[in-house]
């Protein structure tokens, strides 16, 4: 992951953690809310054991959750759609997160064997706040256009 790279969708942004090389006795990352975290951090979740290489996982947006989410080891490929842009960006890098904001429709795929994705989120787990139909979405982020012309990115893994 670039971490020059400019992220073309909306409410996104990379997230650039603190962190100390102390090799061969491991690194130590760091992660405030307020700081390198652009909110206060409500709940914390992870994921591991992505065995299956055909894995797709999210394919949801949130209406208020805001998140940043971490490949603390190993990769996955991470795309974005704000119902306008879409881009695809590889993580692969424990010190930069992503920020997912509001209305960001997000889906994760390609996992190495060994991936452990880290999310810090802005509040407790709310099923209300999903938008998990695409079409819903489209309608809610491009209330004019028609909903014909909207189709997801297809996340190949
Ligand atoms: P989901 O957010 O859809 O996972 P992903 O985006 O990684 O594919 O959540 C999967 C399931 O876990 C869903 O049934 C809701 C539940 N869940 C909680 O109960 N609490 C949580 O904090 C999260 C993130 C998920």
Redesign the pocket.
Known sequence: MNKKLKLAVKNSGLLALNFFKDLPDGNLFIAEARKQVPFDIE?V?F?NNLANQKAI????AHRQLQQGIFCINGSFVLHLDDGDVKQRILINDPSCGVLLGPMLWHT?SSFSYDCV?L?L?SA??D?AD?IREYEEFCSLARPNSHPRSQQPERARP
Do not use: L, N, S, T
């Open positions: 709940r979740y994921i996982r999210g394919k949801h994760m994705i999310v989120a407790p787990f099923e999903y």
